[in-house]
């Protein structure tokens, strides 16, 4: 309780008392001498009026790197540091002093305390590179920049310590003074504009920068600066002589006659040293050309156009050079351009025969007749301008048709020239000839025979076969070709060649320009293919008359007549379709249901034989001729039972008559029996028979029919219930044998069912027979035919 009394009055004490424990500023110079351990400051707490108070620190210096620099006394607060303190290293210290009671309590919070290390001028400036290299351009105008040089320093920044100043100590060679440096800055100018390459390419500077803003007392360093002087084209090229003397034989060519050389101050293997060279006169004609040795410098002249001693025997040529660079004076002319002359002599030789020129021409007219003889190739000797003692020979002569004399080289006709044969082009025959001298040297040339047209051949139809679409068509153009030139050709005349008045009136022709004309049919003729001869007649009256063959066809398109062309006609026999055979094997199938029909039908008969309907008088009376095998017998037609009942020749008269013997054969026909029954027209035992129901004449007979309606409706549903009948065995399952339907095939047809019991009400109405597919068109022909 004491402890607690005394505790609660320090601390009023301790209100009432002035802090002292605060940050106190605190500093040292770096690279201090001491005395060490160097006392620094102190620390106290207000608090060591009333208690032992203990003080510590801790932080960089303390108990962190580096360490045990800094200690204080634990029981006055001094604060010492042990020894010297480098600003560059360690510029302050961030430490922490603590207070403590002789039993832990800590009256104070922790105090931060800085220690500022103050800067001392211990650095020296230092330049970046200890040698610097720029290059500045000869000719330039003063103030030219030509570089900057940069130094540092560690110490302090914004203080005297590393406040620099750079300046320029020496210059070699030192006279005259052509640079200059700003002292703070380090940017070096050119203080002149008489900079030459050619005189001095390279200057060395000693250059100085000081810390203390330059103060003699502070610290500084050196470095050096080499300045090249950068090369432009000011110097122009010259001649090293003013004329050259050379020579070169005739008739050679790209052959090196002379080597020029010039003169040039500016930097060497430069474009303002390297040179261009122009022939400025006497090379009109482009026999010469000059260019530069890229290794040496020199001009190479050469001949690349062979020259003729005949007709030049010297030449002079004004050549000119420059530099690839442009000069840089405005103030230079073409008169300050370097020129020399080169002399050239030409040497004769001695040649052989000339052809010239190489390609020479002859006319000879399209008909002219074998044994014609024209101007040939012409060679000449140079020496003496003529042709003499010149031979010449044939090198190439694609079709035979010339000969040539040895002597004159005169041509002579061997064959009949035909312009409009395929190897002559634009009506140009050439032939190759080759002129000698006594010497053999020789030179090849070319002849070209120019051959005049004649009207020889007649205009023609190049197309012999023609389509017509007839529902898209009503008519085809006709395009004649002449091989011959226009003045023998074109305007045609077309007329239809034929005296048979069904082509004149199936066929007509209009002109559509002066090559083509139109053939279009009339009188609507059938689909098939018809041979129209046609007479084409050139502007001269020289005609041909062209067999053409047209194909009406039912068809959209060409392309689809000729598809069906390729089905229908393959060389010399026929061609089924896919679709016509298909066609065929559904008939068969169809053949084969209606056959399985009856059995099923007449074996359900014979099983069951049922009474016959009241209806049976007024059905028609079908006549069927068929083989009679005899007169004692009778057949039931259609599952419709028979009976013999009396003598032969009588039979049933209600439903099926009885056989009579007509001509070898038998015929059995469906009476009608005036409504009717089996029983009444059996009669009480009495049979009629089919005499008293004819009537004893064909007038009776015909009157007894019935139309093919009432047949229909009496036969289709009887005719429906034995199939169904057939479709089951006598357990009322399908029977094993019974008729299959068919699959769906696609979409539905203009011809109704294909089944085995569908009937065809009508015998008209076939109309769809004339719009099927290209592929049925075979079968339905064949189908129409009756």
């Keep these: 309780m004491l402890v607690k009394e005394e505790k609660h009055s320090t601390e009023k004490l301790l209100r009432r008392a002035k802090r002292r424990w605060a940050p106190i500023p605190c500093s040292m110079l770096e690279n201090s001498l001491g005395p060490f351990p160097l006392f620094l400051q102190q620390i106290q707490s207000d608090t060591a009026q009333n208690y032992t108070i203990y003080y510590s620190i801790s932080g960089p210096g303390v108990d962190q790197e580096p360490q045990n620099l800094f200690y204080v006394e634990r029981d006055t607060g001094n604060l010492y540091c042990r020894g010297p303190v480098d600003r560059e290293q360690y510029q302050s210290f961030q430490l922490v002093a603590f207070a403590t009671t002789s039993d832990g309590y800590t009256p104070e919070s922790p105090l931060q305390l800085v220690i500022k290390i103050e800067d001392e001028n211990d650095n020296y400036p230092i330049f970046t590179e200890t040698t610097y290299i720029f290059t500045v ?100 090229p010259t001649f090293t002589h003013t004329s050259y003397v050379t020579s070169v034989e005739e008739n050679t060519a790209e052959v090196e006659i002379l080597r020029v050389t010039v003169e040039d101050k ?51 040529l004004e050549i000119s050079v420059t530099n690839e660079a442009p000069y840089i004076r405005e103030a230079a002319s073409k008169s300050s351009i370097s020129t020399a002359t080169v002399t050239v002599t030409v040497k004769n030789q001695d040649e052989g025969p000339e052809c010239r020129p190489p390609a020479q021409t002859v006319r000879i ?99 012999t076969v023609v389509t017509i679409c007839k529902p898209t068509m009503f008519s085809t153009e006709i395009v004649a070709v002449d091989p011959d030139e226009p003045i023998n050709g074109p305007p045609f005349t077309f007329s239809l060649e034929s005296s048979d008045s069904e082509v004149q009136r199936m ?14 049919y009339q009188n609507d003729p059938p689909f098939g293919s018809y041979i129209v001869p046609i007479r084409v007649t050139d502007r001269l009256g020289l005609s041909t008359i062209n067999s053409l063959t047209v194909r009406l066809c039912d068809c959209v398109t060409e392309a689809e007549c000729d598809i069906r062309s390729i089905e229908r006609v393959g060389g010399s026999e026929v061609r089924l379709g896919t679709w016509a055979i298909l066609a065929i094997l559904l008939g068969i199938a169809l053949l084969f249901c209606v056959l399985f029909t009856l059995v099923c039908v007449t074996s359900r008969a014979t099983r069951d034989v049922k009474a016959l309907p009241d209806d049976l008088a007024q059905q028609n009376l079908i006549v069927s001729n068929t083989e009679a095998p005899g007169d004692d017998k009778m057949y039931s037609t259609n599952a419709f039972t028979t ?3 009396g003598a032969p020749g009588q039979g049933v008269c209600g439903t099926l008559g009885s056989g009579v013997r007509n001509g070898g054969q038998e015929t059995i026909e469906m009476v009608k029996g005036a409504q009717q029954t089996l029983d009444s027209c059996r009669g009480a035992g009495h049979h009629h028979t089919l005499d008293p129901c004819r009537g004893g004449g064909h007038a009776e007979m015909d009157s007894c029919r019935y139309t093919y309606s009432e047949w229909h409706n009496f036969t289709q549903p009887r005719l429906g219930e034995k199939v169904r009948l057939c479709d089951q065995d006598d357990n009322h399952k399908h029977a094993e044998d019974y008729v299959l339907s068919y699959n769906y095939e696609g979409r539905g047809s203009v011809a109704g069912s294909v089944g085995c019991c569908s009937d065809w009400l009508e015998e008209d109405g076939l109309e769809f027979l004339d719009h099927l597919e290209p592929k049925f068109r075979t079968l339905a022909e064949a189908c129409m035919k009756r």
């Design 137 to 236: 351009l000869e000719n330039g105008r003063a103030g030219t920049t030509v570089g900057q040089v940069c130094a540092t320093d560690k110490d302090e920044p914004d203080t005297m310590h590393t406040r620099l100043r750079y300046s320029i100590l020496e210059q070699l060679p030192s006279r005259p003074t052509v640079f200059t440096m700003h002292p703070a800055t380090g940017v070096i100018t050119t203080t002149s504009s008489q900079l030459d390459r050619e005189v001095m390419d390279k200057y060395q500077l000693k250059i100085k920068v000081q810390d203390m803003d330059g103060q003699y007392f502070g610290l500084q360093t050196t470095a050096t600066c080499v300045i090249n002087i950068g090369d432009v084209n000011d110097n122009l």
């Design 266 to 316: 500016d930097l060497a293997n430069t474009a303002n040293w390297r040179a261009n060279y122009t022939i400025l006169k006497g090379n009109e004609n482009g026999n010469f050309k000059i260019v530069t040795d890229p290794k040496t410098n020199e001009g190479i002249l050469s001949v690349v156009k062979p020259l003729d001693y005949e007709e030049r025997q010297q030449m002079t």
């Design 365 to 463: 007219k399209e008909n002219a007749p074998v044994g014609t003889r024209s101007n040939g190739y012409k060679a000449y000797d140079p020496e003496t301008g003529s042709n003499n003692g010149i031979r010449y020979r044939k090198l190439s002569d694609p079709k035979g048709w010339i000969t040539l004399e040895e002597d004159s080289g005169s041509i002579t006709i061997f064959r009949n020239l035909d312009r409009e044969a395929e190897s002559i082009s634009n009506g140009v025959y050439n032939i190759t000839v080759l002129a000698s001298d006594r010497d053999g040297r020789s030179c090849t040339g070319t002849l070209g025979i120019v051959i005049e047209d004649v009207n020889d051949n007649g205009p023609f139809i190049p197309r």
């Design 507 to 520: 066929w007509r022709l209009t002109k559509i320009n002066d090559t083509a004309t139109r053939l279009s």
């Design 643 to 645: 009976h013999l009942v």
